[in-house]
């Protein structure tokens, strides 16, 4: 006489989920021995799930954390399956008798005949200096080092002091998943992944054409971030900020003789016949002055994957 292990089949239960969400399944076991005789007065949920750990015959058909459910199996979509649980209680009416059921989870990559991308934006506004209120803003944001020209404007600095403006901006957040495992089989899809350290160093350059509709120039790479949901599957987020000044700024010159402002613009201010004097010698700075880079372009950022994801409606209406 001895424990034995029986397989509930008709207690198997599977919930599929659209990644990043986790799919699950579960699997439930009946373990109990088989001597009359066996008292079992020292067994514990505890001594039972040490017995259920064991890796030698009954024991070894029930799955173990931290194990893939379907180790082996050619379906990679089952394979990504792991055990986080397992779960031993007593059946209360009969003697000498667990139910154990092991459960596995993870987001499942490549059960959807796409990929899965989504798109975040989030308001992000900033207040700028303004010296000069411009009448047009150098073509895609770019700005030579040392400025080659003046802004053309209204002054509206009074004696060099900046007014303070809002510009409108956003975060955006580009999210996917992938699969380690999946993508190195070449049968879903990340085929054009660029290397990390070629899209880690493409940060703080920005778009050198339209890119979601957003124009050239205004749109700065921040980075690129990934975090694993499961072993072996990660959630990629890539990062930019939308500027609507194309991220520019506005330097006001200084004389080289004693480091003050150039107050050479007397104005009406305040109506009553105030006047108030300030500077027109202003030139813009970029702050991400860094060769632009082509965010349509597969392999410089995005996978074709996700560039396709990002401009068509998936699934199909």
Request: proline share 6%; glycine share 6%.
């Amino acid at each position: 006489m001895a424990w034995q292990v029986k397989f509930l089949s008709h207690s198997t239960n599977l919930n599929v989920a659209q990644e990043p969400a986790s799919s699950q399944e579960s699997r439930t076991y009946l373990a109990y021995e088989d001597d009359p005789a066996y008292s079992g007065a020292t067994d514990t949920t505890w001594t039972i799930y040490a017995l259920a750990k064991g890796t030698s015959a009954p024991w070894s058909t029930i799955p173990k954390v931290g194990q893939r459910l379907y180790v082996g199996s050619a379906d990679l979509n089952a394979r990504q399956l792991l055990v986080d649980s397992v779960e031993v209680e007593a059946v209360p009416d009969r003697a000498n008798t667990w139910r154990i059921v092991a459960r596995a989870s993870a987001p499942i990559v490549g059960n959807n005949a796409y990929a899965t991308v989504r798109l975040q934006y989030q308001q992000r506004n900033r207040i700028a200096d303004v010296y000069v209120v411009p009448s047009s803003y150098p073509t895609n944001g770019d700005a030579t080092t040392p400025p080659t020209s003046l802004i053309s404007g209204q002054v509206v600095n009074v004696m060099g002091e900046p007014t303070r403006s809002p510009v409108v901006g956003a975060a955006i957040t580009v999210e996917t998943t992938y699969n380690l495992l999946v993508d190195t089989q070449a049968n879903y899809w990340m085929t054009t992944f660029a290397a990390k350290e070629d899209i880690i160093n493409n940060a703080n350059k920005r778009n050198s054409t339209m890119w979601i509709n957003l124009p050239a120039g205004s749109v700065v790479f921040l980075g690129y971030e990934e975090r694993e949901l499961s072993q072996g599957t990660v959630q990629a987020s890539w990062n930019f900020l939308y500027d609507g000044a194309w991220h520019l700024e506005q330097v006001p010159f200084r004389r080289p003789t004693d480091g003050g402002l150039w107050l050479d613009t007397l104005y009406n201010w305040g109506g009553g016949g105030n006047q108030a004097r300030g500077t027109s010698k202003v030139a813009w700075r970029q702050p991400y002055p860094a060769t632009k880079i082509n965010f349509n372009t597969a392999g410089v950022i995005f996978p074709q994957e996700v560039m396709n994801a990002l401009t068509t409606d998936l699934p199909a209406w």
